[in-house]
């Protein structure tokens, strides 16, 4: 990378810091009108009860619960994408892996919050920290969960430290400087300084994967632990683990799709990048699949009396469209539009991306509804619709991560321009650098 | 035992006591009380009672009066059906009734999985739930296997509990946002009354018993647990998943046979 690279780099990667031009009012705007109703949503259900939900006696984990996985899930995907570009060394992750871990981190805050707005009696929640038993499922998922969001919360922090000590020698902003100042933990660059954070983000990077491996598996076990047809299944674990990755990454290519965008990052995200990205949803989608068949085979061949009927609803009965539309829209055409060589690559992969994650989203929902709504007493199939309140606070969460996304990278680089440097080398400083102006933006 | 029995006699029974008491009641001698027996459990060596249900299917005609009963001692709403009573249809065309209680579990799947051990098991085999301490997360109502546990969404009917406050014995009125479910009406058992849904039902059909001393009753017979269960071929509803319930089934169709 010459010096010209490195600056423009540089510049792309810092230009949004602090600054907030019309389209940001506007995108912020809107993000947090809808996180604002989400919280009016759950405000209205905390003062009156969890009647206001579709939840009922039978089918008593609705929205809420698939919420948790599915943003909890899309979490994973990020530290994962992050993790296994550093430990396999791939040149190209620069521009990307900072966007992996705020994306991790930022659908984590939200997922995180679900299991709190599920409960009903959310003011003592803190009492599965004093009365915790560890043998419930339940505090396995609260020690998980906690325990992940602070490793990626350091994962997404170390890779930051050298690029908080650059944004507070280039800015001249007093107030915020500091604030800068103070979070880089004085850091200098010095060749010691250099190699403990090396040495840091690598063992990060080791941990954050058994760490995630350890949520999804905890969340699987939520439901495989019960006695329930379309739940009691050995291989929930690993099923939940890659439906998370898959979930993850495609949440990643969205988030790199869109930044690249706006914050103009064309010259070093490149159709390459979602090339390679999109490689990694194809394996981890046909990975998913092969363990879906795997599932759904070794159950439904056997027919037990617990099971058929959830495998029934699902294929052929009242949740077959849904079902269907899964596997066929967000499984295999995705697969097959990412997959295929020629032009595009962008504009496939976000495509792909979509349907992969709106897919993965009723997945969850195939998970948790048909198994709560089974007959598991003489009765008929429980009813679940969800209410405004439902959806007002899924949607608002939804644009919870956005929001945290837009807001986040207006303080902070978009790019990791400490991870360049360590990639590319910095270059020696030239006296004359000649800059053309057709040079400007757009570009492969 | 012939004859009508009175209850006082019945709750002797119960106590394992039923044959010497009618003895004792023929030879003109008071018998025992249900609460001279209840409190000599407190002596060391005491066994606690292991309470158990026997629920005679071919004399249930589904007319619900177990769950007005429960719902009725317990300040219940409606569509709260701690004893619930299925329409069950056999794959033969058969149909009858079976009333579902809470099993109370020997190995509770809901005990297992409650994060802050709200619900918990007492020394008589009776799981109770800690209104105070639920944290209303429902993973036991996913993990139980018989649908017993009831999430109260709404607050339930106004009422005045006279000892103050509700505890786990007699969680009334429920706390809204919590969990609450049948447990053998410990409250009226150790007062030495009959459970609700037994005094309620006029066919008769449900028993209250006693593992350790061996005996059930349903307000107008008492019987010898064991051989009653042995003779009439009583089963368990879902036994093969392991979870020990202490409420047993006499298979019928709502009409004695005599064979």
Known sequence: MDRRTHDRYIERATWPIGRGDRNFWIAVSVLSALVAAGIYAWIYQIQRGLWVTGLNQQVSWGFYIINCVFFIGMSYGGAMTSAILRLTNAKWRAPLTRLAETTAVAALLVGAVYPIIDMGRPDRFLYILRYGQVGSPVVWDVVAISTYMIASLVFLYLPLIPDLATTRDSLRMSRLQRIYGVLALGWKGTPGQRASLHRGIGIMAVLIIPLAVSVHSVLAWLFAVTARGGWHSTIFAPLFVLAAMLSGVAAVILVVAAFRKVYGLQEFITARHFRYLSYLMIALGVGYLYFMVSEYLTEGYLAEESVTPVLEAIFVGSYAPAFWSFTILGLIVPLALAAFPGRFTIARAVGASTLVIAGMWLKRFLIVVPGMAEPIMPWDWGRYSPTWVEVTITIGSAAAIPLILIIFFRFFPVMSVHEMEEVEGTPEPRAIVLVPTFAEGGGK | ?259
């Open chain 2, 1 to 259: 035992m012939a004859g009508p029995v009175s209850r006082r006699q019945l709750l002797v029974g119960l106590g394992g006591l039923g044959a010497s008491a009618a003895v004792a009641v023929a030879a003109g001698m008071s018998p025992i009380t249900f609460e001279a027996a209840a409190e000599s459990e407190h002596a060391p060596d005491a066994k606690p009672r292991q309470w158990a249900m026997v629920i005679d299917l071919r004399n249930c005609d589904g007319c619900k009066k177990c769950t007005e009963a429960c719902q009725e001692t317990h300040h219940l709403p409606q569509n709260f059906e701690w004893i619930k009573v299925f329409q069950v249809k056999d794959k033969h065309g058969g149909e009858y009734f079976m009333p579902r209680p809470c099993f109370q579990c020997e190995n509770a799947p809901c005990l297992r999985v409650c994060p802050v051990a709200a619900t918990y098991r007492v020394a008589d085999g009776v799981v109770l739930v800690d209104q105070d301490r639920c944290i209303g997360c429902r993973m036991c109502m996913a993990a139980c296997p018989y649908g017993a546990r009831y999430f109260n969404y709404v607050d339930p009917p106004k009422y005045d509990n006279p000892f103050g406050h509700a505890t786990p014995e007699f969680p009334v009125p429920q706390q809204k946002g919590t969990v609450g479910k049948c447990m053998f009406c410990v409250h009226r058992t150790a007062e030495g009354q009959l459970p609700a849904c037994v005094e309620g039902c006029p066919m008769k059909a449900i028993y209250i018993g006693d593992l350790v001393e061996d005996v059930a009753t349903n307000g107008d017979r008492t019987v010898r647990l064991s051989t009653f269960l042995k003779e009439n071929d009583a089963f368990r509803y879902k036994e093969e998943l392991g979870t020990g319930p202490r409420v047993y089934y006499i298979a019928g169709h709502g009409q004695l046979l005599d064979f």
